[in-house]
């Protein structure tokens, strides 16, 4: 597996479907990037108002914006300004089945954006319908000669995709480690903070290990 060299990257755009996606796949990769003294713009493109649809304490509303805040923490954390910072607030779990004429308005939201000289996306492998549209999306907003990085937060199983595709890269995260590992514990609507839906979504101390090992792994195709 390859190492990873940041050097001659001057401007980025990390792409994430659902506010915490960025953390989980890249925080040690902004990190180094932003004290590097690279720009690093990061895009979320959900509203990730659907890991409660049970919880009545917290609609949909004040759970998209429960989370964006909960970005802004976690990206401040990594030296992101926020005017790097985006929301397009596309509706969470539908993005996946909306098609393509969908992807390719995400597409033309994507490319408004300074080009960038490395972009990061989500993975085709990826288990989740909305990573995946978000990985289409990606490939149609910049041309391919722009080098690019894959993450996969959940390897498909069915067919078995455990790996993100391309050559295989690997980012040692070093004292960056136990700040990714904080910046994980801030998305309190994703660690337990959401107390009325025990059938929501929940970043669980087996996932927050997971998530938060000293290395981040990402391939060289979408």
Same mark, same amino acid.
Do not use: C
């Given at each position: 597996?390859?190492?990873?060299?940041?050097?001659?990257?001057?401007?980025?755009? &990390?792409?994430?479907?659902?506010?915490?996606?960025?953390? &989980?796949?890249?925080?040690?990769?902004?990190?180094?990037?932003?004290?590097?003294?690279?720009?690093?713009?990061?895009?979320?493109?959900?509203?990730?108002?659907?890991?409660?649809?049970?919880?009545?304490?917290?609609?949909?509303?004040?759970?998209?914006?429960?989370?964006?805040?909960?970005?802004?923490?976690?990206?401040?954390?990594?030296?992101?300004?926020?005017?790097?910072?985006?929301?397009?607030?596309?509706?969470?779990?539908?993005?996946?089945f909306a098609g393509s004429p969908t992807e390719g308005r995400l597409a033309r939201?994507?490319?408004?954006?300074?080009?960038?000289?490395? &972009?990061?996306?989500?993975?085709?492998?990826?288990?989740?319908?909305?990573?995946?549209?978000?990985?289409?999306?990606?490939?149609?907003?910049?041309?391919?000669?722009?080098?690019?990085?894959?993450?996969?937060?959940?390897?498909?199983?069915?067919?078995?995709?455990?790996?993100?595709?391309?050559?295989?890269?690997?980012?040692?995260?070093?004292?960056?480690?136990?700040?990714?590992?904080?910046?994980?514990?801030?998305?309190?609507?994703?660690?337990?903070?959401?107390?009325?839906?025990?059938?929501?979504?929940?970043?669980?101390?087996?996932?927050?290990?997971?998530?938060?090992?000293?290395?981040?792994?990402?391939?060289?195709?979408?």
């Open positions: 597996m390859s190492a990873l060299d940041l050097d001659r990257v001057v401007r980025a755009h &990390i792409i994430a479907p659902h506010p915490d996606d960025e953390a &989980i796949g890249a925080f040690g990769l902004i990190t180094a990037l932003r004290r590097r003294g690279a720009v690093v713009d990061v895009t979320l493109v959900t509203d990730g108002g659907a890991s409660h649809p049970g919880s009545r304490a917290w609609p949909r509303a004040r759970l998209s914006a429960a989370r964006y805040a909960e970005t802004r923490r976690a990206m401040r954390r990594a030296g992101v300004r926020r005017q790097d910072l985006r929301f397009l607030g596309y509706p969470d779990g539908e993005l996946g939201d994507l490319a408004r954006r300074p080009r960038p000289d490395l &972009i990061v996306t989500p993975s085709m492998n990826d288990n989740h319908a909305d990573h995946r549209a978000v990985a289409r999306a990606v490939a149609r907003a910049w041309p391919g000669g722009i080098p690019r990085l894959s993450y996969l937060v959940w390897p498909r199983l069915v067919p078995h995709r455990p790996r993100p595709r391309g050559r295989q890269i690997a980012a040692r995260l070093g004292s960056h480690a136990a700040m990714k590992r904080a910046a994980l514990r801030l998305y309190r609507t994703q660690t337990g903070g959401v107390k009325d839906d025990p059938d929501g979504f929940l970043l669980d101390r087996n996932l927050l290990v997971r998530f938060g090992r000293p290395v981040e792994r990402f391939g060289t195709r979408p």
